[in-house]
């Protein structure tokens, strides 16, 4: 079983809506892997889903788990099969955090689409219409990728 790992800026916005959007992708498509997500920062340790965040899954009928966000370790690196980053900035913190990459297991999500980029934080921006979008593509094109290479 694959274990995939999201990873934002403080694990309340972008990190968990993935790790919800892929385990709910992942069922409809009878893949089995595991999804969770952490921050690169301590700012939000222990909170839960930022509310807008909660109210956007719930609309779109995705289910939610009982997070509460964490920062990213050392180990997570070694326990996790594929880290994804939101934007450039996490990456760069997440290399720290690790001690480097030498094993590729580092990217943006939606470096394997169409038209690569940031997920922009939507705790900034207030669209979490377009935070969901993104995040469904990232997680599309990831399961697209886990089938090619199983």
């Not at 939101?86 to 939606?110: E, F, S, T």
């Amino acid at each position: 079983m694959r274990k995939i790992l999201f990873v934002c800026h403080g694990n309340i916005c972008r990190s968990p809506m993935a790790a919800c959007i892929l385990r709910q992708m992942a069922k409809e498509r009878g893949v089995s892997l595991s999804a969770d997500s952490a921050a690169t920062s301590r700012e939000e340790i222990g909170n839960p889903i930022y509310p807008p965040a909660r109210r956007k899954l719930k609309a779109e009928g995705i289910p939610l788990d009982d997070h509460r966000a964490r920062q990213m370790t050392r180990a997570d690196y070694e326990a996790y099969d594929l880290l994804f980053a939101m934007d450039a900035a996490n990456i760069r913190n997440m290399v720290r955090i690790a001690g480097g990459d030498p094993q590729g297991k580092i990217a943006r999500l939606l470096d394997d689409t169409p038209h690569p980029r940031d997920i922009a934080d939507p705790w900034y921006t207030g669209d979490f219409d377009a935070t969901y979008r993104d995040l469904t593509e990232g997680c599309a094109a990831l399961l697209d990728r886990l089938a090619q290479n199983p």
